[in-house]
């Protein structure tokens, strides 16, 4: 999202969305002033907006799936993405996923904000899920520090294939900046390919989804 739409966002929208849904947010400390990767457990379209919540009136940008659409619904999409700054991504298409890691990479590289759901999915009942090797492949290639995050309470009031609710019942745990240094200095040096490469890959996103954990566990 661009700073014109992302202050029309702060100023306008983000007063409703913190009446209607966030009852409390902690950790708001360890929003950094640089950019980051925001990672969060993933339960619900409202999560976009929690997230959007904690980020305006910064730049940043979201990845979205496109591929869970169809028809007119998937040009709306595409178009709600256009203007909004969210990278698109089809899930099932090679070349879209390899399109999407070198845009998020580009938006790092300029200081924007990444929002990033390292399950891939909405949960389907409320637990987090395995993490998803993308968001440690982005980190590798950028250095950009991960700010894992606690997301409770969208899940009851809009989950998949449910209908929304409106209750301020939305808590946000935010935790510490993740930098990995050692096992991005020892990346530099190998091939993306190899085994040991893959391992750092797994190391890193289990340790994401480890941290996410805990905070929405401790809310």
């Known amino acids: 999202m661009n700073k014109p739409c992302s202050w029309f966002c ?4 983000a007063p409703i969305v913190k009446k209607l849904f966030i009852k409390e947010i902690r950790g708001r400390a360890n929003l950094p002033e640089r950019n980051f990767i925001l990672v969060s457990n993933h339960q619900s379209y409202l999560d976009i907006i929690v997230d959007s919540y904690l980020c305006v009136p910064r730049r940043f940008h979201f990845i979205g799936q496109v591929d869970g659409f169809r028809g007119i619904m998937k040009g709306l999409i595409r178009f709600l993405y256009f203007i909004s700054g969210v990278i698109p991504l089809d899930r099932r298409n090679k070349e879209s996923r390899k399109k999407v890691i070198s845009q998020a990479i ?5 200081g924007d904000i990444l929002i990033v759901y390292p399950e891939g999915k909405r949960s389907l009942n409320e637990e987090v899920q395995k993490g998803k090797l993308g968001v440690a492949g982005i980190f590798l290639k950028t250095g950009v520090p991960i700010l894992p995050t606690g997301v409770k309470g969208t899940f009851e009031l ?3 294939k449910g209908r929304l609710k409106i209750k301020r019942i939305v808590r946000v745990n935010i935790g510490k900046l ?5 096992e991005f200095k020892k990346a530099q040096n ?6 040991e490469h893959k391992e750092i890959l ?17 809310i």
């Open 106 to 110: 580009e938006v790092l590289k300029k």
């Open 202 to 218: 797994r190391k890193i996103t289990d340790k994401i989804m480890e941290e996410i954990t805990n905070l929405f566990e401790t």
């Open 158 to 160: 809009f989950p998949p």
């Open 10 to 13: 702060k100023i306008f929208l």
């Open 178 to 182: 993740l930098y990995f240094e050692e």
């Open 190 to 195: 190998l091939n993306c390919d190899s085994v």
